[in-house]
């Protein structure tokens, strides 16, 4: 592009403006969400990558636990309770959803504690 070309055709160019969710700006949750997985498990990365994204708009940060890490540091319970369907989503303690991240039930359950 030259100089002398519009700034419209500049601006297509560019990614939209970061906002923030209205989810977001509400007061943050006290909600605790922890993600069973595994290394090398790949449904577990792409769960994690998506309940990130959900959870950022409720302003928390999910704790990634490996079950297998777990084990081997001497607590074999999180692998035998989870380790035959990671990954598993833990809200406030009890089993959300496995193998995939619900998303409109974890955001209606999220809604649910505001």
Same mark, same amino acid.
Request: aromatic letters at 4%; proline letters at 7%.
């Given at each position: &592009? %030259?100089?002398?070309?519009?700034?419209?055709?500049?601006?297509?160019?560019?990614?939209?403006?970061?906002?923030?969710?209205?989810?977001?700006?509400?007061?943050? &949750?006290?909600?605790? *969400? =922890?993600? &069973?997985?595994?290394? /090398?498990? %790949?449904?577990c990365?792409?769960?994690? %990558?998506?309940?990130?994204?959900?959870?950022?708009?409720?302003?928390?940060?999910?704790? *990634?636990?490996?079950?297998?890490?777990?084990?081997?540091? /001497?607590?074999?319970?999180?692998?035998?309770?989870? /380790?035959?369907?990671?990954? *598993?989503?833990v809200?406030?303690?009890?089993? %959300?959803?496995?193998? =995939?991240?619900?998303?409109?039930?974890?955001?209606?359950?999220?809604? /649910?504690?505001?």
């Amino acid at each position: &592009m %030259h100089c002398n070309q519009p700034i419209a055709a500049y601006a297509e160019r560019l990614p939209p403006a970061a906002t923030v969710s209205p989810l977001a700006q509400s007061s943050t &949750m006290k909600a605790t *969400v =922890e993600l &069973m997985t595994r290394a /090398g498990c %790949h449904a577990c990365a792409a769960a994690e %990558h998506q309940l990130r994204t959900v959870l950022a708009d409720y302003g928390i940060e999910p704790s *990634v636990v490996d079950v297998d890490a777990a084990a081997e540091a /001497g607590d074999p319970s999180l692998r035998a309770e989870y /380790g035959d369907r990671v990954p *598993v989503i833990v809200l406030d303690g009890d089993e %959300h959803s496995y193998w =995939e991240v619900d998303e409109p039930r974890l955001r209606a359950d999220l809604d /649910g504690r505001r």
